[in-house]
């Protein structure tokens, strides 16, 4: 049992090298975590008869590991592992803790130096199979060195080196062209008074009031954008001072970054400067044909600057159309097999957009199935959330069934979290969730929920690129 919680506390600690696919938040677990756990073991196996795994996966993964994780999936994560390398199976030689075989416990009743020498053999490079991700999770660690090291050489880089372009052009004149480049694409802000006389604020429509509050953060965002760049170009031209917000603009867009100035304004976003560009334009696009043309069949889930507003719009309709109270209703998932609708469902909302990391959905089975090789994301189909009066999707861990091998049972669905961006990671909020997160969504699966959740399986509004 040693030697099992000795593997354990080795993988909780080594999967922070996948970054968000690993653990949400990096957590520091010491020896002193790991200590406690060996003496509370051998405490229940002096005391007690029977092998009390209940209590010691509850005392290690809740209170001795589990009290310094802060966010709930990772919660989930940690019980999830840690049932895996404490629980009656593990006695048995011909137990592994992954797939292949590779790891496990050494077998019969070995000395110290046995169990040295059986670990010495294990591989040097540990597989991805031991922290129960898919083989794609080596090529995510490479990327995000990759990233760490540009983004460390570009900090040191100057604003004048990076800035110089070719043709002979001064850094100046290179930037004069860039802000000028986005002016021009970037739209003036939307006249709010012409669209709500068009989509006014109505009792049966929550989507209205919707639209009504999209605007203005995308109006807010629009004229934080389009000022700095004009003062900007007026700065380099020395009609006015180059303030020290200008001076960061200057910096920003010289790596390739998005402005601090525009991201106090912005809606979550890892993008580099021309993906975000691109992609605040598309959603300024989709309000657009909102406006112009009528309420959209199928929503872009991830073109909404506070999507939380969308779906509670979503549920009022539904509340207000059956007479129900609003706090009973949560939504249930339906994934759609068509591409498109011409018109929207008689209840709740279709959605599009969403991408499915270290999972894909196989349209063919439909459910939840592996990755494809060396493709980390793959879109999901479009999504019917039905507002139902039931409870909310649970994203706690909970022990699962056995079969007669010893395999945990599916429920015949995984429930995967949604988040902004593949950070995963942000400030804890009133609601104890943190602010990355956006929602639970139930997905049909015929593996074991423990799989997907080893896996790091989430759905995401957005990529990087």
């Known amino acids: 049992m040693s030697t099992a919680l000795c593997f354990f506390h080795a993988v909780i600690q080594e999967r922070k090298s996948f970054g968000p696919l ?56 940690l019980l999830c592992v840690l049932a895996d390398f404490y629980n009656p199976l593990i006695f048995q030689d011909d137990y592994t803790f992954s797939p292949s075989g590779t790891y496990r416990c050494a077998e019969g009743d070995p000395t110290q130096e046995e169990i040295v020498d059986f670990i010495m053999a294990m591989p040097l490079t540990q597989m991805p199979e031991i922290f129960g991700l898919h083989d794609n999770a080596d090529i995510t660690k490479d990327q995000q060195e990759t990233n760490y090291f540009c983004d460390t050489v570009l900090s040191t880089e100057t604003s004048t080196a990076s800035a110089a372009g070719g043709g002979g052009k001064s850094g100046e004149e290179v930037l004069d062209e ?16 012409r669209v709500m006389k068009k989509f006014p604020i109505r009792f049966d429509e929550s989507m209205n009031t919707v639209l009504a509050q999209e605007l203005i953060r995308y109006n807010a965002l629009i004229e934080a954008i389009r000022s700095s760049l004009s003062n900007l170009r007026k700065a380099l031209k020395g ?49 657009q044909r909102w406006i112009d043309d009528k309420m959209p069949t199928v929503y872009w889930m991830p073109g909404f600057f506070f999507v ?108 995967s979290p949604v988040y902004n961006t593949s950070a995963r990671r942000g400030t804890l909020s009133t609601t104890g969730h943190s602010t990355n997160y956006v929602c639970p969504i139930v997905i049909p699966s015929s593996k074991p929920q423990s799989h997907w959740i080893k896996r790091g399986t989430a759905l995401l509004m957005q990529l990087d690129d």
């Open 22 to 77: 690993g653990w949400n938040i990096p957590y520091e677990f010491t020896m002193g975590d790991l200590s406690i756990s060996v003496k509370q073991t051998k405490m229940m196996l002096d005391e007690y008869e029977e092998d009390q795994f209940k209590s010691l996966n509850y005392l290690i993964g809740e209170c001795n590991y589990g009290g310094r994780v802060t966010d709930d999936k990772d919660r989930r994560y």
């Open 178 to 193: 860039l802000a000028e480049e986005m002016l021009t694409k970037i739209p003036h802000e939307f006249d709010r008074e």
């Open 239 to 287: 009609l006015i001072v180059m303030s020290a917000d200008l001076e960061q603009v200057v910096q920003a867009l010289n790596t390739g970054k998005v402005p601090a100035l525009w991201t106090k304004k912005s809606y979550p976003s890892l993008k580099p400067l021309g993906g975000y560009i691109n992609d605040f334009l598309e959603r300024l696009a989709f309000l």
């Open 308 to 415: 939380h507003a969308f779906m509670t719009g979503g549920m009022q309709n539904f509340a207000r159309k059956y007479g129900l109270p609003v706090d009973t209703l949560n939504f249930e998932h339906h994934m759609m097999p068509e591409s498109d609708y011409g018109k929207p469902p008689e209840d709740g909302i279709y959605t599009y957009g969403l991408f499915s990391e270290a999972s894909r959905w196989n349209a063919e089975t439909q459910e939840l199935d592996e990755s494809e090789p060396k493709v980390l994301f793959a879109p999901m189909p479009i999504i019917w959330f039905l507002p139902k009066e039931m409870p909310a999707p649970r994203l706690d861990w909970k022990e699962e069934e056995k079969n007669a091998f010893g395999a945990p049972k599916s429920e015949g669905f995984y429930v």
